[in-house]
């Protein structure tokens, strides 16, 4: 059965539609497995090639990988959430209800969506002090560092605008509490919290602003500093690897 | 053979004849030595580690998203103050250090420092190979550190700022044991192998974290210390 459906697949492969979706026959050769990276829309900003040393799960735990898969999963519960909520006060805590009491599987939906990104704000955290304590950050990846540190920014930013979007109590007074610390700012202070708040208090206009900042602004500029994230790390010559990592000790 | 000049139109700056001097020497050659090890390629080795390592999450986040549910506290209400209300746990160790520093200091002084902080490491050309810290002229760094801990520690003592006072204690006195200690292996060992910018990273992280644990398990009413498995009605 099992050599049935692999000799199936293989034959699927050598056929003229395969070819013309994916550019290529079986990747069987190295010529054709790199081709299958960077012929790929999806994968060329992977290497080609990369150290065998640097895949082992010790080098990185995959912290980085968890991170980009994490947000490509909260894209996805995101959209999908989408189409139940509305931003608007009251509105948007009715359809949290909705969500609970009426929606197919909303409980479990609006679950993925808040331990995502939990985990996501968690796991960039572990990423950028594993990368300092490997020295991840040197030469020639110093740019590359602080495109991370941006990202880490980009992060919290998208978790804390969608903290407020269910519109419940412990949504409204954490961001009460945390945008009265921008007026701390001498001279500036008030301003900036206004242009965040759409007012000088958390209601209607701060909701839909945090909105768009949450579906929008923040998811594109997400993506557009991954890309930036993943390019660089193939043109500054792959992940770092230390001669330490020969015993697989530290 | 007879020297042919090479013209070189306009002015230029370009020696008329320029010496080329090549070494050759015995027994060496053009080959480096790459400690990096063997390549492999990344169709299909690192696309099948990423889609196992996907599958795991996914697998560990609908366990989880089947027994635990996401809060849903009730209709925001600017008239009714929650005692405390609380930011989400990444912000809740900045809001602890705004108990013991003004809101300028702690809210914005401090998260500026510690992200410009963020971005010059890798520019701060300082010990680049990860010397050791307790390499040369180590009892003098000891004497400047001590300095730097006591007048922190004091400090924070005057603000009250245990939370921050014990990770660094805790910090300085493993930083003083690897002075001390002669071990060249096991964790000790380790610790004596770490340059300074291990030590002050160490001490962000475990300071940060204690911030954090304590902000959002600890504090109740009024920012009072509280036990998680007390039964205030916070």
Redesign the interface.
């Known amino acids: 059965m099992a050599t049935t459906f692999y000799a199936a697949l293989e034959n699927l492969r050598t056929t003229r539609v395969w070819k013309s979706i994916f550019r290529r026959g079986p990747?069987i050769t190295?010529r054709t497995?790199?081709v299958?990276?960077f012929g790929n829309l999806f994968?060329h900003w992977?290497?080609?090639?990369?150290?065998?040393?640097s895949?082992r799960v010790r080098a990185a735990y995959?912290l980085g990988?968890?991170s980009l898969?994490?947000f490509l999963?909260l894209v996805v519960t995101g959209v999908f959430l989408m189409f139940y909520y509305h931003p608007a006060?009251?509105k948007a805590?009715h359809d949290?209800?909705d969500l609970?009491f009426v929606v197919s599987n909303g409980?479990?939906l609006?679950?993925?969506?808040?331990?995502?990104a939990?985990?996501m704000?968690l796991l960039v955290?572990a990423h950028?002090?594993h990368v300092?304590?490997r020295?991840g950050?040197?030469?020639p990846?110093?740019?590359n560092?602080?495109v991370g540190?941006v990202l880490l920014?980009v992060t919290?930013f998208l978790?804390?605008t969608g903290?407020l979007l269910?519109?419940?109590?412990?949504?409204?007074?954490?961001v009460?509490?945390?945008t009265?610390?921008?007026?701390?700012?001498?001279i500036i202070?008030n301003k900036i919290r206004f242009v965040a708040l759409g007012g000088n208090?958390?209601?209607e206009n701060a909701l839909l602003r945090f909105y768009v900042l949450h579906v929008v602004i923040l998811p594109l500029l997400a993506f557009l500093l991954i890309g930036v994230h993943f390019w660089r790390v193939q043109k500054d010559g792959g992940l770092t690897?230390r001669?330490k990592?020969?015993d697989g000790k530290? | 053979m007879e020297k042919t000049k090479i013209e070189s139109g306009f002015s230029s700056d370009a020696k008329k004849e320029p010496r080329r001097i090549v070494f050759i020497t015995r027994n060496t050659s053009a080959k480096v030595k790459d400690e990096r090890g063997p390549k492999l390629m990344t169709y299909p080795h690192l696309l099948v580690r990423e889609a196992i390592v996907f599958e795991v999450l996914i697998i560990v986040m609908v366990l989880i998203a089947l027994f635990w549910d996401a809060p849903l506290e009730q209709l925001a209400n600017p008239l009714l103050t929650p005692n405390p209300a609380k930011a989400p746990w990444y912000f809740l160790g900045l809001q602890e250090l705004l108990h013991f520093f003004p809101p300028f200091v702690a809210g914005i002084l401090i998260p500026t420092l510690v992200l410009l902080a963020l971005i010059v490491i890798p520019y701060f050309h300082v010990n680049v190979e990860g010397k050791p810290l307790w390499g040369e002229q180590a009892s003098k760094r000891l004497g400047i550190l001590l300095g730097v801990t006591i007048a922190l520690l004091i400090l924070l003592a005057v603000v009250d700022a245990w939370t921050i006072i014990v990770p660094t204690v805790l910090v300085a006195v493993l930083l003083m044991a690897s002075y001390q200690s002669k071990a060249t292996s096991g964790w000790m060992g380790a610790l004596r192998t770490k340059p300074l910018s291990w030590w002050v990273m160490t001490w962000f992280v475990a300071t940060a974290v204690c911030l954090t644990v304590v902000g959002t398990f600890f504090r109740g009413p009024g920012w009072s210390w509280v036990w998680p498995w007390g039964t205030h009605a916070g």
């Open positions: 990747a190295n497995r790199s299958a990276v994968l992977l290497p080609v090639k990369v150290r065998e040393k895949l995959y990988s968890l898969l994490l999963l006060a009251p805590y949290m209800k609970r409980v479990f609006r679950n993925m969506h808040r331990i995502g939990h985990l704000v955290f950028m002090f300092f304590y020295g950050y040197k030469p990846h110093e740019f560092w602080v540190v920014l919290l978790s804390y903290y269910p519109w419940d109590q412990l949504a409204f007074w954490a009460t509490v945390g009265n610390i921008i007026s701390a700012m001498p202070g208090i958390v209601g690897v001669s990592d020969d530290d």
